[in-house]
C-alpha cells in the first residue's frame, strides 16, 4: 500500500468530507495533501508527523509499511539530526555508507546531521529498509 492510497483510507475512515479544510485545520498546503494523495511527491518529516498525529498512527502505518494501526499516541521526537548520528552509531555506519547501501545521496545526510534539510519519508522509508527497522524508531517517535 502506498501513502496515497492509505491517505484515501484514512480519510474514508475519519469521514472527511472537505479535504481543503482538513488540510487548513492541519496546517499542511492543498496542493502537497493532494500530491502525496496521488503519489507524486511524499511529505518532509513535520509534515508526515502532522498526518500521523491527526489519524493517530505510527509513521510507518501511514505510508502502508504496516498493515495494523493500533491508535497510538506519540511523543514529540527529538531532533533528526541527533537521531540520524544516534542510529550510525547503534549500526555501527558512517555517511558514506549510508549512502551507497541506501542510495541517498551523502550531502544529504550531511544536511540532515547539522540541521539543515529536513528528511522526507521516502528517505526515512529507504533508512528503514536498510537499518531493518520502522520508521518510528528511526526519528526517535515513542508512544506514550
Known amino acids: 500500500m502506498t501513502l496515497g492510497e492509505r491517505l484515501k483510507e484514512l480519510v474514508a475512515e475519519y469521514r472527511i468530507k472537505r479535504v481543503e479544510d482538513f488540510c487548513k485545520n492541519i496546517g499542511v498546503g492543498r496542493t502537497d495533501f493532494y500530491r502525496w494523495w496521488s503519489d507524486t511527491t511524499m511529505p518532509s518529516l513535520s509534515k508526515a508527523l502532522k498526518l500521523a498525529d491527526t489519524f493517530y498512527c505510527s509513521l510507518d502505518y501511514l505510508v502502508g509499511r504496516a498493515d495494523s494501526n493500533n491508535a497510538v499516541f506519540f511523543n514529540d521526537p527529538p531532533a533528526f539530526s541527533g537521531q540520524i548520528k544516534a542510529m550510525m552509531e547503534e549500526f555501527h555506519t558512517n555517511p558514506h555508507r549510508i549512502s551507497v547501501q541506501a542510495g541517498i545521496a551523502r550531502a544529504s545526510i550531511y ?21 531493518g527497522c520502522t520508521i518510528d524508531h528511526i526519528v526517535g517517535r515513542e508512544a506514550e
Open 111 to 131: 544536511e540532515w546531521m547539522q540541521d539543515k534539510a529536513e528528511i522526507t519519508l521516502d528517505s526515512l522509508i529507504k533508512l528503514a529498509d536498510l537499518f
